[in-house]
């Protein structure tokens, strides 16, 4: 029986936040590349293809996160791809966080007025162009405040990694408690660090949200 | 209101701690036959259903019943 001091409890939880941050932030990236071409098919006018992207949105908003990462990992396994926990978790983070942030970018999209869009077609862009040089400049600044807010959810989403054997802060919580029986102490320790995380980007958040409103 | 259907979702975590729900009983299914895909995603559709129901449910009861202001 190996002897845990406090400090072997936290050194071991903060090796294991890297994993944390690393996957939020994966999760993140590659959720945001794809939630923005759902974005650009969503918006591009096609009926059809607009509903798909609705219909993925209400799959992936539908049903739990932790349905969607057991499916990633056990159902895939069925097809005979033998996924790491890293690659389920990543790709289940992803597509989760892609349906959201295709979302919550839409809602900014719709906030530009209607006459830039008339406007920008009338200067002969095309929708790329439009997109891109006239209606995301506008949007984003009315999008970074909830998108980082949005991040916040994907880092506690992680947790739920750990369910699947990706080693993270819970799992790595758990893997402790399960060598000291102190599961207060451990929890409480993995507790305090996913709020020392998150509690920075909730009030960057909010900082952002202030200075928009205030120039806006 | 969304945060209601949120929250039901939220609820297929406590399957964890073997609170007898709907995904601890998926896990269950899945321990005893090991047919993981199938049990999972049968209770990923029911969980769909429940919140399109939900929604639907929610889209009619609120302007009804919770803030239906003008016609009093």
Do not use: H
């Amino acid at each position: 029986m190996v002897d845990f001091s406090t400090w072997d409890i936290v050194r071991n939880l903060l090796l294991a936040l890297r994993w944390t941050v690393l996957l939020s932030l994966l999760a993140f990236v590659g959720g945001g590349l794809v939630g923005l071409v759902l974005l650009v098919f969503r918006m591009a006018g096609r009926r059809w293809l607009s509903r798909l992207v609705a219909g993925y949105v209400e799959l992936f908003q539908g049903t739990p996160l932790v349905m969607q990462l057991f499916l990633a990992y056990f159902g895939l396994s069925l097809f005979g791809l033998q996924l790491s926990p890293w690659v389920a978790a990543g790709l289940a983070l992803t597509l989760y966080t892609s349906a959201f942030l295709t979302e919550i970018w839409r809602g900014c999209v719709n906030a530009v007025p209607k006459g830039q869009w008339e406007a920008s077609s009338s200067l002969a862009l095309n929708y790329i162009e439009q997109l891109r040089y006239i209606i995301l400049p506008q949007a984003c600044r009315v999008a970074i405040p909830p998108t980082v807010g949005f991040l916040v959810q994907v880092v506690k989403g992680t947790a739920l990694a750990s369910l699947i054997g990706f080693v993270e802060l819970t799992k790595a919580g758990t893997m402790i408690t399960n060598a000291t029986f102190e599961p207060f102490l451990v929890y409480g320790w993995v507790a305090l660090l996913y709020f020392l995380l998150c509690y920075p980007i909730s009030l960057y958040a909010r900082s952002l949200e202030g200075r928009f409103n205030a120039r806006g | 209101m969304s945060q209601i259907i949120i929250v039901m979702l939220g609820s297929a975590v406590c399957g964890q701690i073997s609170t007898p729900e709907l995904s601890y009983a998926a896990n269950l299914i899945q321990s005893r036959n090991f047919r993981a895909f199938e049990s999972y995603i049968v209770v990923t559709v029911i969980y769909l259903l429940l919140a399109i129901l939900l929604r639907q449910l929610l889209n009619w009861v609120g302007p009804k019943f919770l803030f239906g202001g003008v016609r009093g």
